[in-house]
Structures are given as structure tokens and as C-alpha cells.
């Protein structure tokens, strides 16, 4: 494996600096952006849904504990979906999110207890 190259203390801490700038101007970004979310429309659920829960049959308020809004983040599994690499060269090249697993595709989740959909 390649690995970085080797520079004094001073070199790291200019490079360091100016990723910092970087990172906080995405930090921003990401707030920026999580507001706007937070300001999204909401949508009534108004179906009657059961679940199996550790205490027996669940509905969705049961589940939140009465809260009365619920945020559904979406992970996009589809084929030739956000399918990248910026790994340097001579570094490990695997397939992106290839050790991301769903809660019912880890090995024996059908056996585990938790909350499923009746």
C-alpha cells in the first residue's frame, strides 16, 4: 500500500490549516442545509399502522413515544446511485458502501427481535 508522503511539522501544519478553512465551510454548508430541511412541509400520516414491538403490537405514535413528528431519512440503494471513490492510488480501491448493510441484511435478523411491520 502507498502511503502519504512523509513532511515536517510545519509542512503538516499549513496543509492542516488549509483543509481546516475547507472543513468548516462545509460544516457551514451542511447547517445551512439541515435548516432548510427542518423547514421542509410535513405530511399527515393518518393510515392505522401496527407494528410488532418487545411489548406486543404497536402503533406509530406508541413507537415515538407520543411524539407527533417523525423524520425519515432515506438512504438511495438503487443501482448506480451517490457510486464514487476518491481514494488515492496504490491505496485500497474497494466498492463504496459495500460494508453498509440494512437492518435485515446482517446475519440472523430474522431472528432478532425488534420492531417489524405486522
Known sequence: MKLPQVVSPGEWQ???ANLLVQEKEATRARDALA?????LPMVEIDEDYAFESPDGKASLLDLFAGRRQLIVYH???ALGVEDWEDSPPGRPQTRRY???RRYDEY???ATRPGLRPA
Open 75 to 77: 438512504f438511495m440503494f
Open 14 to 16: 499549513a496543509a492542516r
Open 107 to 109: 446475519e440472523g435478523a
Open 98 to 100: 459495500e460494508w453498509w
Open 35 to 39: 435548516a432548510e430541511r427542518r423547514r
